[in-house]
């Protein structure tokens, strides 16, 4: 693998488990008030995206990376909107 | 251009644009405090991450949307730990 290619997979790597730290902290805290419900409904989106063009263009790391990030960003979205 | 050209296009805009509303709301209200902090360290990590892998590959779409997130989700980072 060449150094591009490290840096791409740590690059996905990191980008996709951050996600982790803020739905562990919200699921905690119930505390949303500093979320902002726009930044999270335009990213989901944007990542739904993502993964369609991952689909499309069979790029499986997109694809991975997509599916994970969405599935976090959409919780904190839900916990947005309910616990407001 | 092809529909995943287009797709990939509109996926890079809102996932970038997203990050307005947020750094517009934190500047406003310095309410950090359901943000995480380690989420947003990891994250500016990956997108830094993701600009030179998009400067080493040449991909310009990359290289833009990354420099334009990685100045956002900064200051969401700076401003979570200035205003805590």
Known sequence: MDTSTVLGY???FFSTVSFVP?????LRTKDT???SLLMYS????GVA?????GVMTSNM???IANVIVLILAS??????IRYK
Chains 1, 2 share one sequence.
């Open 22 to 26: 803020q739905v562990i902290k919200t």
């Open 10 to 12: 740590a690059a996905a």
């Open 75 to 80: 919780m904190v979205l839900v916990m947005k």
């Open 33 to 35: 008030s500093g979320i």
């Open 49 to 53: 995206l993502w993964l369609i063009f």
């Open 61 to 63: 790391p997109v694809t």
């Open 42 to 45: 335009v990213f989901t989106a």
